[in-house]
């Protein structure tokens, strides 16, 4: 009978409290600073690189500033915008661009939210896609 007890003991143990399960894939799951690189094309323009610093807020808000090169071209651009985590840790998030555009991406979170890989959906990109990693964690 202790064999039995201590069985079930441990595997109610081992079980995610559901509190802890509402918080694996949330808003707050993507909190933080984040570097992220992105290559691709843009239709009728030319071939881009971007790399650039986000701020997600762990509520849906999101902030930036952008590096884009296209072609020769270099500009900085800086971003508000708004996203949102799935219960399967994908993404889909909006970008308000300081030059009149807006861009819409899918993106999934891994590594625990350490990361998250990114692809444009806007109308104009032909592709685009990349990696966003936290820049610092918490302690």
């Given at each position: 009978?202790?064999?039995y007890?201590?069985l079930v003991?441990?595997v109610?143990?081992?079980?995610?409290?559901?509190w802890?399960?509402?918080?694996l894939?949330?808003n707050g799951?993507l909190?933080?600073v984040?570097?992220?690189h992105?290559t691709g094309a843009?239709?009728?323009?030319g071939?881009l690189?971007a790399?650039?610093r986000f701020v997600f807020?762990?509520?849906g808000?999101?902030?930036?500033t952008l590096f884009?090169?296209v072609?020769?071209?270099?500009?900085?651009?800086?971003i508000?915008?708004?996203y949102?985590?799935?219960?399967d840790?994908t993404?889909?998030d909006t970008?308000?661009l300081?030059n009149g555009?807006v861009?819409?991406?899918?993106?999934?979170?891994?590594?625990n939210?350490?990361?998250?890989?990114?692809v444009n959906?806007s109308?104009?990109?032909?592709?685009?896609?990349?990696?966003?990693?936290?820049?610092?964690?918490e302690?």
């Open positions: 009978m202790r064999f007890i201590l003991a441990l109610w143990l081992s079980q995610t409290p559901a802890a399960q509402d918080d894939c949330s799951r909190k933080g984040y570097g992220l992105t843009v239709i009728n323009v071939t690189a790399v650039g807020d762990g509520n808000n999101l902030t930036g884009v090169r072609n020769a071209n270099v500009n900085k651009l800086t508000t915008g708004t949102s985590v799935a219960a840790c993404v889909s970008w308000y300081s555009a861009s819409t991406h899918e993106s999934v979170i891994v590594n939210g350490l990361e998250f890989f990114i959906t109308a104009e990109a032909s592709v685009i896609s990349g990696v966003g990693k936290k820049q610092f964690t302690d």
